[in-house]
């Protein structure tokens, strides 16, 4: 098998690496008022691989020999840790699944193209043997992208893109990168910087999940309020079809009918196999500052967040969490380090705003970033302070910040820690006008306490503002119960579907930058309406007709 970096088949990350509560005291505490699980007690480790039944290849001896001429001997693999590794993503879904060895289907093999001209013979080998083909990146997707249906009776393979991983070239001139798809976001940001340059997108799955990847999903970073999320990054693109390769070139803007960019952007391996893509890419900032604030409420902190996104400061990070994801950070503060309610400087200042009138069990952490040159950074830094002072925030500084920087790709570990014992964590994120935001959050909260009730379980819910747009925001919504260790997935359904059905009925959309998959295709018609899901199954229908293109996925079919 080739050195493609993988993550854990049970969980998130790489082995050896995981949460530790240890040496956060306020956090046991904090789990067991939050969703009633005793931390201290000993966890269940997930079973081993050799413990899953997994089926055997359905691939017959030509289709075998075929593969091997197309990619070579050594980058084909029918291992089953491979194909286990291969047939989920990490939703809580998937994970679940995964743990109580649900394996319906998995691909038949696992083939790692090296070149375009690779996958160009692995669609048309697909076309020719009536073969399945899903793409997969760093398996990262929360949405039910990467899995082939229960009911599929084609042999199915997985293009594992990790071979196809360095940046091309970089016009100077233009700001642009020809990047190949299958790149993971450290090893893009190591090539890019050793030339000076960043593409500046990071999201939450920007250490396990590739370029390519972040196209067919439809991306955002965390530093999309500057860069721009990948929708604004990929400029071009190359993507092998079964009737052809799309070339969609790197122009800066373009009145040529409908969009066969935007077609790709979002589309999931449905449209084809992505095997490059030009990014916008600009010179590495001379200064990088991250800054945390403190405000009285959630819709205090909303509003400062939607002035400043009309004012002529344009900071990279616009970031702001309610009173219950503040408490969950608060709670995960290691004993000597950085802001919390027991150090000296902390208690000082809660003082003072309780004294202001402030009921702190209601304060709201926000963490705001600048970016660019030093008189730049303190011009828009000026603007900035002075919108969140109208709105009654206060600056902490550059302490928690510095924390929020280490810890910012760390948070799915938790998810994994919870489900060692007994808990069922994960996210919902949605976008609305600022005039719908606050009451569709409110929406959002009410509904999914009432689902905690019905199902008699302790729950917890939290959630935070990210990706500022010009008419609207994010909304990133994180869950997590105690489950009843019976039928989870059952009680996972309830919440998700309280979740993303208030989405739609408050004026949201289903997802931000999660993707659809199978998660949220039965909301499509609501989201998009039922001409618009007519639209998007016609133009599958058109460049992959009999379906061998990761079928099912944004729609049924």
Not at 8 to 17: H, Q, S, T
Not at 197 to 224: C, K
Not at 308 to 326: L, W
Request: hydrophobic fraction near 40%; glycine fraction near 10%; aromatic fraction near 8%.
């Amino acid at each position: 098998m080739p050195a493609v970096k993988h993550m854990k088949w049970w969980g998130w990350g790489v082995e050896g690496v995981s949460f530790h509560w240890e040496d956060k005291p306020a956090f046991p505490a904090f789990v067991s008022r939050a969703v009633g699980i005793d931390i201290t007690q000993p966890p269940v480790a997930p079973m081993s691989i050799e413990e899953l039944h997994v089926p055997a290849p359905r691939i017959g001896d030509d289709v075998r020999g075929r593969l091997t001429d197309a990619v070579g001997a050594a980058n084909v693999t029918y291992d089953d840790l491979d194909r286990v590794v291969h047939t989920y993503g990490k939703s809580l879904r998937d994970l679940l699944r995964l743990r109580a060895a649900d394996l319906p289907r998995v691909p038949d093999a696992v083939v790692y193209p090296g070149s375009e001209a690779d996958v160009r013979a692995l669609v048309d080998l697909s076309g020719e043997a009536d073969l399945v083909l899903i793409p997969f990146g760093g398996g990262s997707n929360i949405s039910g992208s990467l899995h082939p249906l229960a009911e599929e009776q084609r042999t199915v393979l997985s293009v594992d893109l990790g071979r196809m991983d360095q940046v091309l070239d970089v016009d100077e001139d233009s700001g642009l990168a020809r990047v190949q798809a299958g790149v993971l976001g450290p090893d893009l940001e190591e090539q890019l910087g050793r030339r000076g340059w960043t593409m500046g997108h990071f999201p939450d799955s920007f250490t396990h999940s590739t370029l390519g990847g972040w196209v067919a999903t439809r991306s955002s970073g965390m530093q999309s309020d500057k860069y721009g999320d990948i929708a604004r990054i990929a400029r071009g693109m190359r993507v092998v079809q079964p009737e052809g390769t799309l070339v969609v070139r790197a122009v800066p803007s373009t009145s040529t009918g409908p969009s066969t960019r935007e077609m790709v952007l979002g589309s999931e391996g449905r449209l084809g196999v992505i095997t490059e893509v030009t990014v916008q890419v600009h010179r590495i900032p001379e200064n990088r500052l991250m800054l945390a604030y403190l405000f009285p409420s959630f819709e205090a902190g909303l509003a400062a967040m939607q002035e400043i996104s009309t004012s002529d400061a344009h900071p990279s990070v616009t970031r702001v969490s309610d009173q219950f994801e503040t408490q969950m950070s608060l709670a995960t503060r290691k004993a000597s380090k950085g802001f919390s309610v027991s150090s000296t400087v902390g208690t000082q200042l809660f003082k003072h705003l309780e004294r202001r009138g402030w009921d702190l069990d209601q304060s709201c952490l926000s963490f705001i970033g600048f970016e660019g040159g030093r008189a730049h950074v303190a011009h828009e830094k000026g603007i900035v302070n002075a919108i969140i002072k109208a709105h009654g925030g206060v600056g902490l500084g550059k302490g928690p910040a510095v924390l929020y920087d280490q810890k910012k790709f760390d948070t799915p570990y938790i998810r994994d820690f919870l489900l060692d014992r007994g808990g069922a964590a994960d996210v919902s994120e949605t976008a609305a006008p600022w005039s719908q935001l606050f009451p569709l959050y409110n929406a959002v909260v009410e509904n999914v306490r009432k689902v905690y009730a019905d199902l008699g379980v302790t729950g917890w819910i939290m959630c935070h503002l990210s990706h500022s747009e010009h008419s609207g925001a994010c909304l990133y919504f994180t869950f997590a119960f105690a489950h009843d260790g019976v039928d989870p997935i059952a009680q996972y359904d309830r919440v998700k579907e309280a979740l993303q059905g208030t989405f739609i009925e408050a004026g949201g959309t289903l997802s931000h930058h999660h993707a659809v998959g199978t998660e949220h295709s039965r909301w499509l018609g609501d989201d998009i309406s039922v001409p618009g899901v007519a639209m998007v199954q016609g133009v599958i229908d058109t460049v992959d007709p009999s379906h061998r293109l990761n079928p099912g996925k944004i729609t049924s079919l």
